[in-house]
């Protein structure tokens, strides 16, 4: 029957087409809810080469072939059996995937954590074969974090190496993905964080770009501020020409981010900010409304105390040149204001740092404003100033539905030894940063599995108990960390920049790091970890996973599935039946205190995400980077609600997405997509390294 000759392999070999396998794995699938039907079986296979025929000129995949099997199945009403070809399916992945990845199981990590050391981190030789486990990845970074103790006159170090090594491999502290990466290698540059000043003049916009390519080829992600570039129509007086504005500006920084291989292991991100009384601000507002715009940027308006009242009285605002220093022009605040969060409701940039709150902040105020942040925002930097980052995974602090604080006081002071450590280890990609970095010595612990620990504690993410618990939490690692920071103060020295900071005037005597922690979007490193993202809440209870060339692994959330295995409401079914939304609120036969606890980001609303950064913002020294989620059908207004509560609430910044505001995510829901396209995937699925908050590919580096 079949007019089909060709099909693509995962290995995107093309070979002939064989439909008896299509037969046949439908018949076990048909076997496996206890019938046998070969006639069945033939006839499924036909349907599907016949919708095969129609739908594709080119030649398929073989992911495509077998979820046109699940579509067929399912028009036919033979759900059990669907479900049944699914598992026969996950079966076959996991296989492939343990084989493909080649790297041993070890260290209890998921195969989609071991797919992304695989793919990230693991370090290869000349032909590209992976030459090191996941135990040799920690245990070189380990070795070489720890042996910056000897700089400090310690010349046994056995001991840290192995604390260092314990808390990696036991999945309790992850440090930032260049740190993974490039400890013990020559490249050796580990910081995820940048901060690249430019003025007003082509010098130092062309040096900001060589600057910003030794960056990203070393694996950091860079943040600017625009806004000391004179204006789209100002003069030119060197050459009596006409300005083009930093907008124009910005799409040559995006060019060159384009080309650039970070290291070969992924791909350059940026921060672009300008201030609100910049004369290009409303051109920088709708930058991105163009499709295929300034790609390689997140966009956030640095707004102001004076600006937020005028908009809050519908006042008009003076526009100023920064060239001259003078007014240009006047606007309505709260038309920009409106327009801000027009534009972020629809295509999900910009968003907003609130610059006064940063400075106001800022431990290091004495060294002037900062202007940027790095590329996720949570890091706000001074001109030429990196930071490094980590992250504890709070949901291995949880014994007998308690906290461990003795445990994770020890795993805190640990993580601030080591991270110190970094700072001293590190190749600088250019002496200026060398020179702050060292000077300010600025430090981000922060915290990953916070959704994973609230339901071990049987909390609900929306409720009062667990903003509480948040600051609580945050609160005490802060604490710890100064603490730990200005032990080391003591031993090694205070940053050199200590003279003049808040720390000195607020009566410390030392401290070792002008700034201690960090929030950041955890990413690849929650993955590593097996835990939920920074402080997100879950991203889905029950999803497919696009693990590697072409396989898809159905994923559950482990705490939910050893939750219905034990109140007796587990089953396959019901895990495909969740994989539709990858939410279980609309299912009634899951009791109602389990639908309560197991909540996911869009199931949310939005002002309990923005409470949730705020009560961790309280107790962070640098910033904290967080999602707020709004389903597709969320309004401008609703958007407008969240951006000012974030300032009324002390925020540094804040970040929206809208599901289906950007045409490519890297989460689709599948009953979402499935009334939007026809032929779309009837499942949830997750691309590999998606481990929640910002739902798009053109995310900046997460850790």
Known sequence: MATITKIKKRDSRIVTFNQAKITDAVLKAIKAVGVKDGKLARSVSNEVVKVLNKRFAEI??????QDLVVETLAKKGLKEIARAYILYRQKKAEKRATKWIGVKPELNLSINALSVLQ?????????RRVIESPSQLFMRVAKTIASADRFYGKTDIRKLEKQFYDIMAGQEFIPNSPTLMNAGTPLGQLSACFVIPIEDSLDSIFKAIDDMAMIQQ???????????IRPKGDVVRGTKGIASGPVSFMTIFNKATEVIKQGGKRRGANMGILSVDHPDVIEFITAKTKPGVLENFNLSVAVTDKFMR????????????????KTANYLNAKKVWDLIIKTAWQIGDPGIIFIDEINRKNTTKHLGKIESTNPCGEQPLHAYESCNLGSINLAKFVTNNKIDYGKLRKIIHTAVHFLDNVIDINKYPIPEIEEITKANRRIGLGVMGFADL?????????SNQALKLGEKIMKFVSDEAHKKSAELGKERGSFPNFKGSTWKKKGYKYMRNATCTTIAPTGTISIIAGCSSGIEPLFAVSFVR??????????V????EEIAKEQGFYSANLMFKIAHSGSIQKIKNIPAKIRKLFVTALDISPEWHVKMQAVFQK???????KTINFPHNAKAADVKKSYELAYKLKCKGITIYRYGSKPEQVLYIGEIETKKKPHAPKLTYAEPEYAGGCLTPTCPIPD
Do not use: C, W
């Not at 005028?310 to 220093?325: C, E, F, S, V």
């Not at 696009?546 to 994923?555: A, H, I, P, Q």
């Not at 107790?619 to 980077?625: E, G, L």
């Open 619 to 625: 107790h962070t020294d640098n910033a904290v980077s």
């Open 218 to 228: 070393s694996g950091g992600g860079t943040g600017f501020s625009f806004s000391k």
């Open 310 to 325: 005028a908009a809050k009285q519908n006042k008009k605002y003076p526009l100023i040149n920064p060239r001259t220093g």
């Open 119 to 127: 793919k990230r981190y693991l370090l290869r030789d000349k032909q």
């Open 454 to 462: 609230l339901v071990k504690l049987n909390i609900p993410y929306n």
């Open 557 to 560: 959330n482990d705490l939910f």
């Open 60 to 65: 398929p995949s073989v992911e495509d072939v």
């Open 546 to 555: 696009n693990v590697m060339e072409g396989v898809r692994l159905l994923e």
